[in-house]
């Protein structure tokens, strides 16, 4: 067993001190999932900017790009008319909101004034989406005028002061904007789905698959060149060389998972410490089910380029089944092949440890799933498992 470790221990050093293989095996994974975050993740609803040149000096210009500002789904970015003229000369922008000068003077006077959309086409479908949101805020502002002059007419003579008439009738407006008495509500059509908890467990067991089983072809080629036969005139024995390899390969994927995982738990906050350290464990019989299905690769392959072209197979095969990139829905072929894919008893345990809220104890099927692999791949490897291309 010491001269097994040793082995395994000279390996995964040889692995840490390979600073390109190091950063291929970490940074592969996490590239890929940020491309899959950009691609799936973010808001579901429209977000856009909203570029205004405002002319105006007074209140209800600015009152405007307030109102326009306040919308939810838009950010307003306020330019001087002639850089909002040369960029849409140049394609920079497609759309921009012109509120002219004496805007407010004119609403004070109760007279009517154009606001005007300076566009590059026509202004592109997000610029088309914005007009119709300004559109929007400033119907809510006509409305307000009509109702203030209503008022205004049915007091003139009254002896309300003016001010007081403004007063009142924006804090009715106020009221109805924050309490309408007809609402909307949004009711999504199924859960939206946490990108990272959907797509992270199964990126990891992915690169964990592909880093330990590749390392099949590493033994073949080992092999090949007479290593493992050199070792074998140590004091080294055939057992103690099969465990080493074991290990090695369980170790470096382990540690690969092991700093994804802190990854995730350092920038996502995903995990509960208990969560966290199950799913460490859970990593942990992972990463020894794919190395003895590894062994077993390395045991049947006779040539380098055999055993790489199983391993793309095998972990190909795990990954599309194992419902890393799409869920596989029940009563279907795919979902009983998919009980097929050691993937997906892995995925299935790091989902439940960290978004279903579940722990250790309720993955006695998954768990048990894993460590028949171990069993079942260990023995077979064993018993087919050669140091020299012909014989033990």
């Not at 002219?100 to 989406?129: C, K, Y």
């Not at 966290?276 to 019989?285: D, G, K, R, Y």
């Not at 869920?327 to 795919?334: A, D, N, R, Y």
């Amino acid at each position: 067993m010491k001269r097994a470790l040793i082995v395994a221990l000279r390996e995964l050093k040889t692995y840490l001190g390979d600073k390109g293989d190091l950063a291929f095996s970490l940074l592969l994974p996490i590239a890929t999932f940020a491309l899959i975050y950009g691609a799936f993740g973010g808001p579901g609803l429209f977000h856009g900017t909203a570029f205004i040149v405002n002319e105006d000096t007074g209140v209800y210009g600015k009152q405007l790009v307030e109102n326009i500002a306040a919308q939810k789904s838009l950010d307003v970015e306020l330019l001087a008319r002639a850089d909002a003229e040369t960029k849409l000369e140049r394609s920079d922008l497609r759309l921009v909101l012109l509120i002219p000068a004496g805007f407010s003077d004119r609403l004070r006077g109760n007279q009517p004034v154009q606001l005007t959309f300076l566009q590059r086409g026509n202004g592109g479908q997000e610029g088309q989406i914005v007009a119709s949101i300004i559109r929007g805020v400033v119907s809510e502002l006509n409305q307000e005028f009509q109702v203030r002059g209503q008022v205004e007419a049915a007091l003139a003579g009254k002896g309300v002061p003016q001010d007081k008439i403004t007063l009142t009738v924006w804090q009715f407006v106020e009221r109805e904007r924050e309490h309408p008495l007809v609402g909307v509500k949004e009711i999504a059509a199924g859960s939206k789905p946490n990108m990272v908890n959907q797509f992270l467990p199964g990126i990891i067991t992915m690169y964990v698959l592909f880093s330990v089983s590749i390392s099949a072809s590493v033994i073949v080629d080992e092999r090949r060149k007479g290593t493992l036969e050199r070792l074998l005139t140590t004091r080294l024995t055939i057992g103690e060389l099969f465990l080493g390899k074991f290990l090695a390969s369980v170790f470096r994927g382990y540690v690969q998972t092991l700093i994804l995982l802190a990854l995730a738990y350092a920038v996502f906050q995903i995990f509960t410490p208990s969560s966290f350290i199950e799913s460490l464990a859970v990593a942990l019989v992972f990463a020894m089910a794919a190395s003895a299905l590894g062994l077993v690769i390395a045991a049947i392959a006779r040539t380098q380029d055999a055993a790489t072209w199983i391993d793309v197979f095998v972990t190909m095969f795990m990954t599309m089944l194992g419902g890393t990139f799409f869920e596989i829905g029940g009563g279907t072929i795919l979902y009983s092949l998919s009980k097929l894919s050691l993937n997906t008893y892995a995925n299935d345990s790091f989902k439940n440890l960290i978004s279903e809220g579940g722990s250790i104890t309720s993955l006695g099927l998954e768990l048990a799933v894993m460590g028949g692999v171990i069993i079942a791949g260990i023995a077979v490897s064993r018993f087919l498992f050669k140091a020299l291309p012909q014989g033990k």
